[in-house]
Nanobody, 126 residues
Framework: QVQLVESGGGLVQAGGSLRLFCAASGRTFSNNAMGWFRQAPGKEREFVARISWSGGNTYYADSVKGRFTISRDNAKNTVYLQMNSLKPEDTAVYYC???????????????????WGQGTQVTVSS
């Protein structure tokens, strides 16, 4: 079992920055890929970013590429999402998720992930 707890969300003006945190506990954290997703009101949950177990591989949705950076610190069991140049359309609940399949591949579907946190709200005002 894995527990994931997100934090760092809040209200920010367009053009601003936020850093999200995902703290993991339970099953070994350092051997699995992690992802960030988001869900805006009335919309489906969408992929944002993914990072390999070592942090050496990352992948981003086109909508956030160049603005968001995913990283991890396995010693602290934490995954981060640095969000810069935020836009109103980035407003959503942000979720982190753990993928316990072995090997690295691009997995952007929510059903490819085994565990989820409860989310943190990010609101970007115009």
């Amino acid at each position: 079992q894995v527990q994931l707890v997100e934090s760092g969300g809040g209200l920010v003006q367009a053009g601003g920055s936020l850093r999200l945190f995902c703290a993991a506990s339970g099953r070994t954290f350092s051997n699995n890929a992690m992802g960030w997703f988001r869900q805006a009101p009335g919309k489906e949950r969408e992929f944002v970013a993914r990072i390999s177990w070592s942090g050496g591989n990352t992948y981003y949705a086109d909508s956030v590429k160049g603005r968001f950076t995913i990283s991890r610190d396995n010693a602290k069991n934490t995954v981060y999402l640095q969000m810069n140049s935020l836009k109103p359309e980035d407003t959503a609940v942000y979720y982190c998720a753990a993928d316990f399949r072995t090997g690295w591949s691009i997995r952007t579907s929510f059903d490819a992930y085994d565990y989820w946190g409860q989310g943190t709200q990010v609101t970007v005002s115009s």
